[in-house]
Structures are given as structure tokens and as C-alpha cells.
């Protein structure tokens, strides 16, 4: 599985964007998705997580409420959408796919290359 993360830029406190991963390779949805972040000097930290049918979801706490983690299988794409960004949501988003449904980063096989969102205060 091949993938692809687009949709990051530069934002104002309180505003929204919306991150989508493409997947390109065979049974997409065979797989969980999971997207993490990393900002500079700190590690990957696991933001979001769906499960191959779309039907659960997992969020880390300083997310939810405000991140909306979905997908489509037959587009083969996995979304973020992000409201009510905050400065210290300032890092690179990164895409994943593995077989387990998972918080940790260890759990997921396949990564793209990330895509950077920046929140101005």
C-alpha cells in the first residue's frame, strides 16, 4: 500500500482544514488508518485512528472534539478534518495503514510522506 497525504498549509488560530490520504495498492480496505503528527524536536504522537470499515474511531484527548478522523473506501482515501486548530497543532501529519487497530505507531505497516500544517496564533 502506497500513501499519499495532501491537504496541509498555513491557517489562522480557529480556522479548519481538512487532510486527506490517498491509498494507492491493493486491499485498501483490508486495512486500519491512522494518522499522526510530529513536531520539531518531539516524537510521532498518534492523533487519530478508524478502523477498516469506518465504523469506530479512536482520538488522543488533545484532539477530540475537534478532529473528525473518516474515510471512503471506494476512493480509497482516509480524512482528517480539523477544526478549531490551535497553535500547538503546528507539526507534520503523517498517514498510516496496518493491520492493527492501534494508538502506537509500532502497529502500523505502511507510511506516506507527511504534510505540513502550520496554526499562527
Known amino acids: 500500500v502506497q500513501l499519499q497525504a495532501s491537504g496541509g498549509g498555513l491557517v489562522q488560530s480557529g480556522d479548519s482544514l481538512r487532510l486527506s490520504c490517498a491509498a494507492s495498492?491493493?486491499?485498501?480496505?483490508?486495512?486500519?488508518m491512522g494518522w499522526f503528527r510530529q513536531a520539531p524536536g518531539k516524537e510521532r504522537e498518534f492523533v487519530a485512528a478508524?478502523?477498516?470499515?469506518?465504523?469506530?474511531?479512536l482520538s488522543a484527548d488533545s484532539v477530540k472534539g475537534r478532529f473528525t478522523i473518516s474515510r471512503d473506501n471506494a476512493k480509497n482515501t482516509v480524512y482528517l478534518q480539523m477544526d478549531s486548530l490551535k497553535p500547538e497543532d503546528t507539526a507534520v501529519y503523517y498517514c498510516?495503514?496496518?493491520?492493527?487497530?492501534?494508538?502506537?505507531?509500532?502497529?502500523?505497516?505502511?507510511w506516506g510522506k507527511g504534510t505540513q500544517v502550520t496554526v499562527s496564533s
Open positions: 498510516a495503514a496496518g493491520r492493527a487497530w492501534s494508538r502506537s505507531r509500532n502497529e502500523y505497516d505502511y
Open positions: 478508524v478502523t477498516w470499515s469506518g465504523r469506530s474511531t
Open positions: 495498492g491493493p486491499s485498501f480496505s483490508n486495512y486500519h
